[in-house]
């Protein structure tokens, strides 16, 4: 297969899995409680939030190099740095991100939800990261306090 005509492949499975992804409802069922905990981890449920130090954006904070990646993983320029600002789309990086590196064949078991935390937190191979444990004990903390009524903000007291 010439360079091209596996180009066109690797763009059309691309297309097929984030098109699934969204007709599938993800993030907003799988993810959901997920999503909620890293965004008030992250930035207190600010879509605006935005760290200079590490130009990291969103309610999520992804910062630019994650951004390139997600793009890379998929096969072309699907993402811009504005979009980290937009909730759904954020949320679909995220999946995204989490679903390429969060695997059992990279983990050697399946993948839990501090894994992916720490994933999130660390790069691809965070979850062997010990300075990454902490932030997915704090993330799993707030899945288990999550208020459905406000899907950014999770409670406190419970």
């Given at each position: 297969m010439d360079n091209r005509r596996f180009n066109l492949c690797a763009l059309c499975f691309?297309?097929?899995?984030?098109?699934?992804?969204?007709?599938?409802?993800?993030?907003?069922?799988?993810?959901?409680?997920?999503?909620?905990?890293?965004?008030?981890?992250?930035s207190s449920g600010n879509p605006n939030a935005h760290n200079e130090k590490e130009n990291a954006a969103g309610l999520y904070q992804i910062r630019p190099c994650y951004l390139a990646d997600i793009n890379r993983i998929?096969?072309?320029?699907?993402?811009?740095?504005?979009?980290?600002y937009d909730p759904k789309k954020a949320a679909l990086m995220v999946v995204i991100y989490l679903d390429h590196y969060a695997t059992a064949k990279r983990l050697g078991h399946r993948p839990t939800w501090a894994d992916r935390a720490r994933i999130h937190n660390g790069g691809p191979n965070g979850f062997k990261?010990?300075?990454?444990?902490?932030?997915?004990?704090?993330?799993?903390?707030?899945?288990?306090?999550?208020n459905p009524r406000n899907p950014w903000l999770i409670a406190k007291d419970k």
């Open positions: 691309s297309f097929v899995v984030v098109l699934g992804i969204a007709l599938a409802g993800e993030p907003q069922e799988r993810y959901e409680p997920f999503l909620r905990a890293l965004a008030q981890k992250e998929l096969g072309y320029e699907r993402f811009i740095d504005d979009d980290r990261a010990p300075a990454t444990v902490r932030y997915a004990q704090t993330v799993l903390k707030c899945m288990n306090q999550c």
